[in-house]
C-alpha cells in the first residue's frame, strides 16, 4: 500500500467566496521526487530549500502556476517518505489545475484522510498518541485545548505510558526468568518485588484514569444551571450565549429539555446546560423535566444555582444544595438573580440582574476561577485524553488486578503481557523482541 505516493491539498479548499492567498499541496511516497521533476521539469533542488518554480501540466505543458516548492529527501521528513511541498496561489483555478496536474503524472492518486500522520505512524515517526494530538491540535477551539494537544503530539502521553510499559516489561521479564530458568541464581524476594511493582503500576494507572482534566478539556466543562421555577437561569444562559438560545417567559416552569450551549470561558472549553426549575409537580413532562435536571446537575463538573433575590431565596438555597448530588461548596456557584428588585449584600454569592447585566463581570470572573480549578485537579502529569485510552488502561488494570491473583508464576505472568498488551494497544507498539532485551538487560542469564 506504501509503494504508492499520495498527494492531498493541506490547506483549506478555496471557494469562490473564500479563495486562499496560498494553497499547499503535499506529495508523500517514492514517486515524490519524480513528480517534482515532471511538473517543473527541472532537476530537484536542494532538500529543504524553497525554490521558485513554474509547475507545468505534464501533458498539455501548460503552465499553471509560479511558486515555492520544497523537496524533502528521505527518512528525515515528516513521514519518513520523500516528500513535496508546493506553495501556490489559493485560487479555484489554480488549485484545481495543480491537482489535475499531478493526477495526469499517472503515478500518484489522493491521500486518504489521516494518510500522511498513518504513514508516519508506521515509520515510527509518531506514536499513536502523539498522532492523535496533532488531531486535536487541528480541532482546539480554545487556548487550553492547543496546550494540551501540543503536549500530547510532543510525546507527554507517549512517554508516561511508555514508562509504564517499561515498569510492566521488567516485573515481567522477572516472572519469565523465573520460568525459564528456574535453576538460575535469582536475585532473592523476586515475588514480592514484582508484586511491588505490579501495585506501584496500579496505583499510578488509578490516578490517571481519576484525572477528568483531559477529557474536560477535549469534550467541555459541563456545567449545569439550576434553580427554582423562574429564577432566571434561562435569561442566564441566555446572557452569557449572547443569543436567545433557550425561550424565557413569567411562566413559570417554562423549560423543560436540557437546553445546551457551547462558549469560551476565558480559554476553557465550556458546555453550559440550561435546566427545568427544581419543584414538585403533578405534570407529567414537568416531572420528567425536573427528573433531566437533576441528574444533569449531579453529572456536571460544576453547578451554578439561580436563585430569584425577590423571593425567600436564602431557604430554596438550603432545600436545593441538600438535595444535590455532588454540590460542592468551594466550587459550585450561588446566583441570587433580580437584584434590580430586590437588592442582596451578602458574601460568597453571585448578586446578579440578568434584565441589566448587573453582577455579570463578578459572574464570569467566578465561573473561570471554578472552570481553571476543575481543569486543575491533579495538575502535574499529562492526562488521560480519550476514551480509547481510557478503555484500554481499564483494561489494563483487571488484568494486573489478576495478576497480582494469580496462583502460579505462569499465570501471573500471562495476565501481566496482557495488561502490557492493552499499554500498547495505546502507543501502537507492541514488540515481543523488547521482553527478551530487558530480560538480559536485567539479569545477564547465560553469562
Ligand atoms: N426583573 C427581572 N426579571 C428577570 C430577571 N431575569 C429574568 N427575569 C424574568 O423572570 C422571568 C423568568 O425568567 P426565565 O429566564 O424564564 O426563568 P427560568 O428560571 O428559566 O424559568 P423556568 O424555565 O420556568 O424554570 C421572565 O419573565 C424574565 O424576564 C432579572 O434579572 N430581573
Ligand atoms: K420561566
Ligand atoms: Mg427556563
Given at each position: 500500500?506504501?509503494?504508492?505516493?499520495?498527494y492531498a491539498?493541506?490547506?483549506a479548499?478555496?471557494?469562490?467566496?473564500h479563495?486562499?492567498?496560498?494553497?499547499?499541496i503535499?506529495l508523500?511516497?517514492?514517486?515524490?521526487g519524480?513528480?517534482?521533476e515532471?511538473?517543473?521539469?527541472?532537476?530537484l533542488p536542494?532538500?529543504?530549500r524553497?525554490?521558485?518554480r513554474?509547475i507545468?501540466?505534464p501533458?498539455s505543458g501548460?503552465?499553471?502556476?509560479k511558486?515555492l516548492v520544497?523537496?524533502?529527501?528521505?527518512p528525515n521528513?515528516?513521514t519518513?517518505?520523500?516528500m513535496v511541498?508546493?506553495?501556490l496561489?489559493?485560487?479555484?483555478?489554480?488549485?484545481?489545475?495543480?491537482?489535475?496536474?499531478?493526477?495526469?503524472?499517472g503515478?500518484?492518486r489522493l491521500?486518504?484522510?489521516?494518510e500522511f500522520t498513518?504513514?508516519?505512524?508506521?515509520?515510527?515517526?509518531?506514536?499513536?498518541?502523539?498522532?492523535e494530538?496533532?488531531a486535536?491540535?487541528?480541532a482546539?477551539?480554545t487556548?487550553a485545548?492547543?496546550?494540551?494537544a501540543?503536549?500530547?503530539?510532543?510525546g507527554?502521553?507517549?512517554?508516561?505510558?511508555?514508562?509504564w510499559?517499561?515498569?510492566g516489561l521488567?516485573?515481567l521479564?522477572?516472572l519469565?526468568?523465573a520460568?525459564?530458568?528456574?535453576?538460575e541464581d535469582l536475585p532473592?524476594?523476586l515475588?514480592?518485588?514484582v508484586r511491588?511493582?505490579?501495585a506501584?503500576l496500579?496505583a499510578?494507572?488509578a490516578?490517571?484514569?481519576?484525572?477528568r482534566?483531559?477529557?474536560?478539556?477535549?469534550?467541555g466543562?459541563?456545567i449545569?444551571?439550576i434553580?427554582?421555577?423562574?429564577?432566571?437561569?434561562?435569561s442566564?444562559?441566555?446572557l452569557?450565549?449572547?443569543?436567545e438560545?433557550?425561550i424565557v417567559?413569567?411562566?413559570a416552569?417554562?423549560?423543560r429539555?436540557?437546553i445546551?450551549?457551547h462558549?469560551?470561558?476565558?480559554g476553557?472549553p465550556?458546555?453550559?446546560?440550561?435546566?427545568?426549575g427544581?419543584?414538585?409537580?403533578t405534570?407529567a413532562?414537568?416531572?420528567?423535566?425536573?427528573?433531566?435536571?437533576?441528574a444533569?446537575?449531579a453529572a456536571a463538573?460544576?453547578?451554578v444555582?439561580?436563585?430569584d433575590?425577590?423571593?425567600?431565596?436564602?431557604a430554596e438555597?438550603?432545600?436545593?444544595i441538600a438535595?444535590?448530588?455532588?454540590?460542592?461548596?468551594?466550587?459550585?456557584i450561588?446566583v441570587?438573580n433580580?437584584?434590580d428588585l430586590?437588592?442582596?449584600?451578602?458574601s460568597?454569592?453571585?448578586?446578579?440582574?440578568t434584565?441589566?447585566?448587573?453582577g455579570?463581570?463578578?459572574?464570569?470572573?467566578?465561573?473561570e476561577?471554578?472552570a481553571?480549578?476543575?481543569?486543575?485537579?491533579g495538575?502535574?502529569?499529562p492526562?488521560?485524553?480519550?476514551?480509547?485510552?481510557r478503555?484500554?488502561?481499564?483494561?489494563?488494570?483487571?488484568?494486573?488486578?489478576?495478576?497480582l491473583?494469580?496462583?502460579?508464576?505462569?499465570?501471573a505472568a500471562e495476565?501481566?503481557?496482557?495488561?502490557l498488551?492493552?499499554i500498547?494497544?495505546?502507543?501502537?507498539?507492541?514488540?515481543?523482541d523488547e521482553l527478551?532485551d530487558v530480560?538480559?538487560?536485567?539479569f545477564?542469564i547465560?553469562k
Amino acid at each position: 500500500m506504501n509503494d504508492a505516493t499520495i498527494y492531498a491539498l493541506g490547506t483549506a479548499t478555496p471557494t469562490r467566496a473564500h479563495p486562499g492567498a496560498l494553497a499547499v499541496i503535499r506529495l508523500s511516497g517514492p514517486r515524490a521526487g519524480d513528480a517534482l521533476e515532471q511538473l517543473t521539469r527541472k532537476s530537484l533542488p536542494t532538500p529543504r530549500r524553497m525554490v521558485l518554480r513554474t509547475i507545468l501540466d505534464p501533458v498539455s505543458g501548460e503552465a499553471i502556476d509560479k511558486g515555492l516548492v520544497v523537496w524533502f529527501a528521505a527518512p528525515n521528513t515528516e513521514t519518513g517518505e520523500p516528500m513535496v511541498e508546493l506553495h501556490l496561489h489559493g485560487g479555484r483555478a489554480v488549485v484545481g489545475a495543480a491537482l489535475d496536474a499531478i493526477a495526469h503524472l499517472g503515478f500518484c492518486r489522493l491521500a486518504e484522510p489521516g494518510e500522511f500522520t498513518r504513514r508516519a505512524f508506521e515509520h515510527g515517526k509518531l506514536d499513536l498518541t502523539e498522532a492523535e494530538g496533532i488531531a486535536d491540535l487541528v480541532a482546539a477551539e480554545t487556548a487550553a485545548q492547543r496546550r494540551q494537544a501540543l503536549q500530547q503530539m510532543d510525546g507527554a502521553l507517549h512517554r508516561l505510558y511508555e514508562e509504564w510499559r517499561g515498569k510492566g516489561l521488567r516485573a515481567l521479564a522477572h516472572l519469565e526468568a523465573a520460568i525459564d530458568f528456574p535453576d538460575e541464581d535469582l536475585p532473592e524476594g523476586l515475588a514480592d518485588e514484582v508484586r511491588v511493582a505490579i501495585a506501584g503500576l496500579q496505583a499510578e494507572i488509578a490516578a490517571h484514569l481519576e484525572d477528568r482534566r483531559g477529557e474536560r478539556l477535549r469534550d467541555g466543562l459541563s456545567i449545569a444551571i439550576i434553580g427554582p421555577p423562574n429564577a432566571g437561569k434561562s435569561s442566564l444562559l441566555n446572557l452569557l450565549a449572547r443569543r436567545e438560545a433557550a425561550i424565557v417567559s413569567e411562566t413559570a416552569g417554562t423549560t423543560r429539555d436540557v437546553i445546551e450551549i457551547h462558549l469560551d470561558l476565558g480559554g476553557w472549553p465550556v458546555v453550559l446546560a440550561d435546566t427545568a426549575g427544581l419543584r414538585d409537580s403533578t405534570d407529567a413532562i414537568e416531572q420528567e423535566g425536573v427528573r433531566r435536571a437533576r441528574a444533569r446537575a449531579a453529572a456536571a463538573d460544576l453547578r451554578v444555582l439561580v436563585l430569584d433575590a425577590s423571593g425567600d431565596w436564602r431557604a430554596e438555597m438550603q432545600a436545593i444544595i441538600a438535595s444535590t448530588e455532588h454540590w460542592t461548596p468551594a466550587r459550585d456557584i450561588v446566583v441570587v438573580n433580580k437584584t434590580d428588585l430586590a437588592p442582596v449584600a451578602t458574601s460568597g454569592i453571585v448578586a446578579l440582574s440578568t434584565t441589566g447585566g448587573a453582577g455579570l463581570p463578578e459572574l464570569l470572573t467566578r465561573l473561570e476561577q471554578s472552570a481553571e480549578a476543575s481543569m486543575q485537579d491533579g495538575a502535574g502529569a499529562p492526562p488521560l485524553t480519550r476514551v480509547r485510552h481510557r478503555e484500554a488502561l481499564v483494561d489494563c488494570q483487571a488484568a494486573l488486578e489478576r495478576a497480582l491473583g494469580a496462583p502460579e508464576v505462569a499465570l501471573a505472568a500471562e495476565d501481566l503481557r496482557l495488561a502490557l498488551r492493552a499499554i500498547g494497544r495505546i502507543t501502537g507498539a507492541v514488540r515481543l523482541d523488547e521482553l527478551l532485551d530487558v530480560i538480559f538487560r536485567d539479569f545477564c542469564i547465560g553469562k
